[in-house]
């Protein structure tokens, strides 16, 4: 294939690439972009459209100036930001510049124009197709400037048959392509090498436009039943969650929920909190929130999450959060321990947690406890309901036990036994939610079953709320982290016991209905997911504080690597010591009289001239005298530019006395032809001084080469 069709074919693929740059942003819709694609896609039957439009450059002009036209009222009125305004205006260069192409300088344009559209992407995307996209490019980009520098010194130092040249097939050799790439690998390296070097601000929020997803009810200060319903199939996933110290046996988490909003009033239809008020957290002098004081003696769990855009300004955590880090502006709790952010967030979000496991003694659970234990805000708080159904009260009547503990686990049973776990959600809206769930449908999402377990339990006078999060999630193997979906959404209950505080029970069976429904991701699915992971992780959301570690780290291997290394080198050095020390005690004087002798043996031989002498010196004064005859060769490379070409069976001399030149390029021509036949001939190397004159003379050639028009 020719270098100019080759040339053609990389272009077009670079506008290929930078068009799928532009899908991930969203920034056009997809019909509009398909469309410019295929306009400048159109651009490669150039030719044969000039030759059918009549005035074609003044076609082009006309266009021009509509487009101007259009481009004021863009950057004014019409687009919704300036980066997409500047992003018309590149796709109008870089389709304007594809239809008229006439140089190389053209080509070289429509890269960078294509280069541009790359970096604005690189704005509004935090998508890991970019990834692809980004490498994809370099070894594109990369190749394309190969072959205009091919193009330009070809044609630059063969003008008259220059382009007959670049048009043979053979000219792209394998060994060609093959040091390309290595350039183009090279480039990767250099990038990620400054991309480690230099920290960035971890970019959680777009700064030209939003990125939300998809918005996930339930996460309010109000819910109503049902809500789950219609997100409980979608497998987008909302949360990735690491452990910062790794868990090998995840059965030792079993119970894992990941606690969001918590809900104290019920009103028969919904659940809503009495107090929306917040009240911000401090923050303390390493950054983290304080959200609540620790349990001496309790263990930790340290966790990592990703959270993605829901359209909900909740924060999730399990149970019993102590304390938050992260870079958020500002974090308030409400009454009943959930987290928010002063506004939905509009791109994803990450954040270091801690929380205590809930672990109790038996004696702390199960007691018999009375209603005056119940402190009076708790009973204000969480003892509410609304007028209930009769056969509602008599079944809480029924499920009642000596201890609250007792009761709020015949009330889980109950649930768990009697009642089908579905997302099918058909009732009649004049029933009471509640009675048609317990004792016409039988049948309910988690929501369900949570409200029907804390309506129970407050009528048998037990203090209890409902909890809305996510639960557990699937555990991906390959990247060592929690992948939360949307149908993870779930509704739990909490009970308040005197002793213990807060407990987490869960009535619906739902661990049956997901095996029966949902599948595991495969293991290719989850090695996709992974690396997304680390995207996000390690070049999304890089920072300074990331650049520390690592650098701490290195450091760390550093030492450990100069310790076992000293440790080694100690080891051996004594047991060579001993072991010399042992060798020249048996056998130390007469090994040292032998050498002698030989020594002064080779010695007087050499005198004699009985040895030949050793070519070392021969060999390194050759390299010397290679050395100093690159000045020649720069002088001829020169001379060729402008036409002045050494015949192949030419000498030295016979080129210099031949040269059809000025006066002045003669003698310097002359001069340098002079040392060099010394310094290649006469094994005699250039001194200082004839160095420094020959660096004159090469100057003085350059610049009488620029001022003096020489015959081609």
Request: glycine share 8%; with cysteine.
């Amino acid at each position: 294939m020719t270098v100019p069709r080759l040339s053609r074919i990389t272009l077009y693929l670079l506008v290929l690439d930078a068009f799928g740059a532009l899908y991930l942003t969203e920034l056009l819709a997809v019909p509009a972009l398909a469309g410019i694609l295929l306009i400048a896609l159109g651009s490669w039957w150039t030719e044969a459209l000039v030759g059918h439009i009549p005035n074609y450059r003044r076609l082009w002009d006309t266009l021009t100036g509509i487009f101007l036209a259009y481009g004021l009222l863009d950057l004014t009125l019409l687009a919704e930001s300036v980066i997409a305004a500047l992003m018309h205006l590149l796709l109008f260069l870089l389709v304007y510049k594809l239809y008229n192409q006439r140089t190389p300088r053209d080509f070289l344009d429509a890269v960078i124009l294509t280069f541009l559209m790359l970096i604005a992407a690189a704005t509004l995307t935090v998508s890991f197709g970019f990834l692809l996209v980004f490498s994809v490019y370099m070894l594109l980009g990369v190749w394309a400037l190969v072959l205009f520098h091919l193009r330009t010194e070809t044609e630059l130092a063969f003008p008259e048959r220059g382009r007959e040249l670049l048009e043979k097939p053979g000219l792209i050799t394998g060994d060609f392509v093959a040091s390309s790439v290595g350039l183009a690998v090279g480039a990767l390296v250099l990038t990620l090498l400054i991309f480690t070097i230099l920290p960035r601000v971890g970019r959680t929020f777009l700064p030209f436009r939003a990125q939300l997803g998809t918005m996930i009810t339930g996460f309010s200060d109000r819910v109503e039943l049902g809500v789950y319903g219609s997100i409980q199939n979608d497998p987008t996933i909302v949360m990735r969650i690491g452990f910062i110290d790794q868990v090998a046996n995840q059965s030792r988490l079993p119970d894992l929920r990941w606690r969001g909003v918590a809900f104290d009033r019920f009103d028969g239809r919904g659940w809503a909190l009495s107090d929306p008020a917040r009240v911000p957290l401090r923050r303390t002098r390493d950054g983290a929130f304080a959200v609540a004081a620790h349990r001496i003696g309790a263990p930790f769990l340290a966790y990592e999450v990703f959270l993605e855009p829901i359209g909900s300004e909740a924060i999730f955590a399990l149970p019993r959060l102590t304390a938050l880090q992260a870079r958020f502006p500002a974090l308030a709790a409400d009454m009943a321990g959930g987290l928010s952010l002063p506004a939905p967030p509009g791109g994803r979000v990450r954040y270091l947690a801690f929380s205590q496991p809930e672990r109790f003694r038996p004696e702390q659970l199960d007691r018999p406890v009375r209603a005056a234990d119940y402190p009076p805000e708790i009973r204000e708080r969480y003892l509410q309901l609304p007028a209930i159904p009769a056969r509602v009260a008599a079944l809480a009547r029924e499920l009642a036990a000596p201890t609250p503990y007792q009761a709020a686990r015949r009330v889980e049973r109950y649930l768990e036994a009697n009642i089908r776990y579905t997302l099918e959600l058909r009732g009649d809206p004049s029933r009471d939610p509640i009675e048609e769930f317990l004792f016409v449908r039988q049948a309910g999402s988690c929501e369900y079953f949570a409200t029907s377990m804390a309506v129970l339990l407050r009528a048998g006078g037990i203090p209890a709320r409902v909890v809305n999060g996510f639960q557990r999630g699937e555990w991906n193997e390959v990247g060592q982290y929690y992948a939360v979906r949307q149908r993870d959404a779930h509704s739990w209950v909490e009970v308040y016991l005197p002793e213990a505080g807060w407990v987490t029970f869960d009535p619906s069976p739902r661990a049956a209905f997901e095996a029966a429904a949902f599948s595991g991701s495969g293991r290719l699915v989850q090695y996709f997911d992974a690396l997304r992971m680390r995207w996000n992780r390690y070049v999304i959301d890089y920072s300074l504080s990331d650049q520390a570690a690592l650098a701490l780290g290195l450091r760390y291997r550093s030492y450990a690597f100069r310790r076992s290394v000293g440790q080694a080198w100690d080891h051996w050095t004594f047991r060579a010591a001993s072991q010399a020390r042992r060798l020249w005690r048996d056998h130390g004087p007469p090994a040292a009289a032998v050498l002698a002798l030989l020594a002064a043996a080779g010695f007087l031989l050499r005198r004699r001239g009985a040895l030949p002498e050793f070519p070392i010196g021969w060999r390194l004064g050759g390299g010397r005298r290679r050395r100093a005859v690159v000045f020649y060769e720069r002088a001829l490379r020169l001379l060729a530019r402008k036409g002045h070409r050494c015949p192949p069976a030419c000498t030295a001399r016979e080129f210099a006395e031949g040269l059809a030149a000025g006066r002045e390029l003669c003698e310097l021509v002359g001069e340098l032809t002079a040392l060099y036949e010394r310094v290649r001939f006469g094994a005699q190397p250039l001194t200082r001084e004839e160095e420094r004159r020959t660096a004159d003379l090469l100057s003085r050639l350059a610049a009488a080469l620029r001022e003096e028009s020489l015959p081609a």
